[in-house]
């Protein structure tokens, strides 16, 4: 296994913009596919931008599409997820989580941390 760990985030006031990074491997990232998701308290685990194992197909929650961004370095073996014009709703803790595009990818990984992200 692989712990996925996560880095980048921070307290920011509204309109403001955060980058977050996640490191996996190489191997993960072009075979499996990658996601971001986050959790506030109180609230439920939410799906927040994935992209596909080619880079070709990147998905976002409606709340956060047009204002953040996913992209994938598989030579570094990182995602990032930038996000801009940050609202208090977005205040979370944030996961990276490898998808499921083959048989096996939910073997490979192990959660990380999170990173905290605090709008104001």
């Known amino acids: 296994h692989v712990q996925l760990v996560e880095s980048g985030g921070g307290a920011v006031q509204a309109g403001g913009s955060l980058k977050l990074s996640c490191a996996a491997t190489g191997y993960i990232i072009k075979s499996c596919g990658m996601g971001w998701y986050r959790q506030a308290p109180g609230k439920e685990r939410e799906e927040v931008s994935t992209i596909s194992s080619d880079g070709g197909t990147t998905t976002y929650h409606a709340s956060v599409r047009g204002r953040f961004t996913i992209s994938e370095d ?10 801009n014009n940050l609202q208090s709703e977005d205040t979370a803790v944030y996961y990276c989580e490898a998808l499921q595009e083959r048989p096996g990818c939910d073997t490979l990984w192990t959660r ?5 992200v605090t709008v104001s």
Do not use: D, L, P, S
């Not at 598989?74 to 996000?83: D, E, L, N, S």
């Not at 990380?112 to 905290?116: K, L």
């Open 74 to 83: 598989t030579r570094k073996a990182y995602v990032y997820i930038q996000m």
């Open 112 to 116: 990380g941390q999170g990173t905290q």
